[in-house]
């Protein structure tokens, strides 16, 4: 059974930093792009990151470009997303979701519950 | 960016209708070396992460009901739920992945008339 399991939310001051994790099971892990999502409150989806497989291709959303850095350790099954210079309007709930194939440009078939960051002073 | 646009961004349907959503892109999403469009719908219902429904288009993933379909190609995409059910009500997405950022429509809110 797949399963993706995020953590590393919470509350931060803006211009703090912070770093998800996903922990993935149930798939060979290396095969699969991961991607992250985020939804703000009451809002609708804005993807934010994604990877390849191998991980040798990263993609961002023009909105966290040079803030975010999307990473993942195969020999751990686990996807990062390194946040620094966290604004107010970063505050959402972060999905992680997985590919159904290698390369970014596809469809994500297996999504996480989720974990809130909440951006404030 | 490829900007995605879903029409109506509410509807409301009676139990056994049929519920159409409209969603279109600001450049084809179609890759021509495959004929295939790079297109996905996604269902969210409150409080859950979003659930795949159909991809290249119009292929519905594994154990989503055949209720579900998608079609269109090159801009044009539409999802349909051909009956109803009370438990299909939740807020719908498409998505293209044809190019980098991916970019989600803004949903439609699907409601019991």
């Known amino acids: 059974e797949v399963q993706l399991v995020e953590s590393g939310g919470g509350l931060i001051q803006p211009g703090g930093s912070l770093r998800l994790s996903c922990a993935a099971s149930?798939?060979?892990?290396?095969?699969?792009?991961m991607t992250w999502v985020r939804q703000a409150p009451g809002k609708g989806l804005e993807w934010v990151s994604g990877?390849?497989?191998?991980?040798?291709?990263?993609s961002y959303a023009n909105s966290v470009k040079g803030r975010f850095i999307i990473s993942r350790d195969n020999s751990k099954n686990t996807l990062y997303l390194q946040m620094n210079g966290l604004r107010a309007e970063d505050t959402a709930v972060y999905y992680c979701?997985?590919?159904?194939?290698?390369?970014?440009?596809?469809?994500?078939?297996?999504w996480g519950q989720g974990t809130l960051v909440t951006v404030s002073s | 960016d490829i900007v995605m646009t879903q029409s109506p961004d509410s509807l409301a349907v009676s139990l056994g209708e049929r519920a159409t959503i409209n969603c279109k892109s600001s450049?084809?999403?179609?890759?021509?070396?495959?004929?295939?469009?790079?297109l996905a719908w996604y269902q969210q219902k409150p409080g859950q992460p979003p659930k795949l429904l159909i991809y290249?288009?119009?292929t519905r993933e594994s154990g989503v009901p055949d209720r579900f379909s998608g079609s269109g190609s090159g801009t044009d995409f539409t999802l349909t739920i051909s009956s109803l059910q009370a438990e299909d009500v939740a807020v719908y997405y498409c998505q293209q992945y044809y190019s980098t950022p991916l970019t989600f429509g803004g949903g439609t809110k699907v409601e019991i008339k």
């Open positions: 290249w288009a119009s």
């Open positions: 990877i390849s497989g191998s991980g040798g291709s990263t």
């Open positions: 979701a997985k590919g159904d194939r290698g390369d970014i440009l596809t469809g994500y078939d297996y």
């Open positions: 149930g798939f060979t892990f290396s095969s699969y792009a």
């Open positions: 450049r084809s999403v179609l890759y021509s070396s495959n004929n295939k469009s790079y």
